[in-house]
């Protein structure tokens, strides 16, 4: 554990109740979204992870982590109450339900092509009859379904059924795996830049205690300040992830 995560004393009584009514701090974590989360469903790593013991040790609890494999999932364990904590975009479709804190990392939602379209910009994307395909639920979905106005969504389970039977024309998602998608899919290209800022936060059900929100918001500035998500970022080779500036 990153000692530097978790120099200031327990928090109150009540804090810890609001954060982990069980007794334990159940923390949602997406393997789906492989530069927050690494491993497997019984020895996930990253930095969500870290995020996840760090707090759980500065409040006095166990840390019980359950992995999903999309962001919507762990919106879902929020909404349903099977999870205490998410790790997900700020995204006002979901601010309704949670509560986030300011942003701990910064990554890009970029746009994915066949190598002969004539689609060169991020911009040339919102045209009609162009279909962008997207991940059911994810951050670029939300965004898109807001934005977008006169290119299709089409909504996929999974990442790998994007390009499938050929029908799409653009497929949407995080920088990283879509850098590898294009790396080891010849006749595919990135288009320049991104079409969106994805601002990755902690976040809790809303209407939880307003002092325990605080003080997530607090943990989460003090674990950027001290260079805590920079390491752990590091350590899980996410060294093209940019931290979030001080709220």
């Known amino acids: 554990m990153?000692?530097?995560?978790?120099?200031?004393?327990?928090?109150?009584?009540?804090?810890?109740?609001?954060?982990?009514?069980?007794?334990?701090?159940?923390?949602a974590i997406n393997l789906g979204n492989p530069?927050?989360?690494?491993?497997?469903?019984?020895?996930?790593?990253?930095?969500?992870v870290e995020i996840a013991q760090a707090l759980a040790e500065r409040l006095g609890?166990?840390?019980?982590?359950?992995?999903?494999?999309?962001?919507?999932?762990?919106?879902?364990a929020i909404a349903e109450g099977t999870a205490d904590l998410c790790f997900l975009a700020i995204e006002p479709a979901r601010q309704a339900t949670v509560s986030f804190t300011a942003?701990?990392?910064?990554?890009?939602g970029v746009f994915v092509v066949p190598e002969g379209s004539t689609i060169a910009t991020s911009a040339d994307v919102d045209r009609q009859g162009i279909r962008?395909?997207?991940?059911?639920?994810?951050?670029?979905?939300?965004?898109?379904?807001?934005?977008?106005?006169?290119?299709?969504?089409?909504?996929?389970?999974e990442d790998s059924d994007l390009f499938d039977d050929g029908s799409l024309d653009v497929?949407?998602?995080?920088?990283q795996p879509m850098t590898q998608f294009v790396a080891t899919n010849p006749g595919f290209r990135l288009l320049d830049g991104h079409f969106m800022e994805i601002r990755q936060a902690l976040g809790v059900l809303d209407g939880r205690?307003?002092?325990?929100?605080?003080f997530l918001h607090d943990f989460v500035e003090e674990l950027k300040r001290s260079g805590f998500v920079a390491r752990a970022l590091r350590r899980a080779n996410q060294l093209d992830v940019a931290v979030a500036p001080p709220a």
């Open 209 to 214: 205690d307003p002092e325990a929100v605080r």
């Open 132 to 157: 962008v395909g997207v991940r059911l639920g994810s951050a670029y979905d939300l965004f898109l379904s807001r934005t977008l106005e006169r290119a299709t969504l089409v909504r996929s389970d």
């Open 2 to 27: 990153d000692s530097t995560a978790h120099p200031a004393p327990r928090p109150a009584p009540s804090i810890v109740e609001s954060l982990a009514p069980t007794g334990s701090l159940r923390a």
């Open 35 to 48: 530069v927050l989360a690494q491993g497997t469903p019984s020895a996930p790593t990253g930095v969500t």
């Open 171 to 175: 497929a949407a998602g995080v920088r």
């Open 61 to 76: 609890v166990a840390v019980e982590l359950l992995c999903v494999d999309a962001a919507r999932k762990s919106f879902e």
């Open 103 to 108: 942003p701990y990392a910064i990554i890009d």
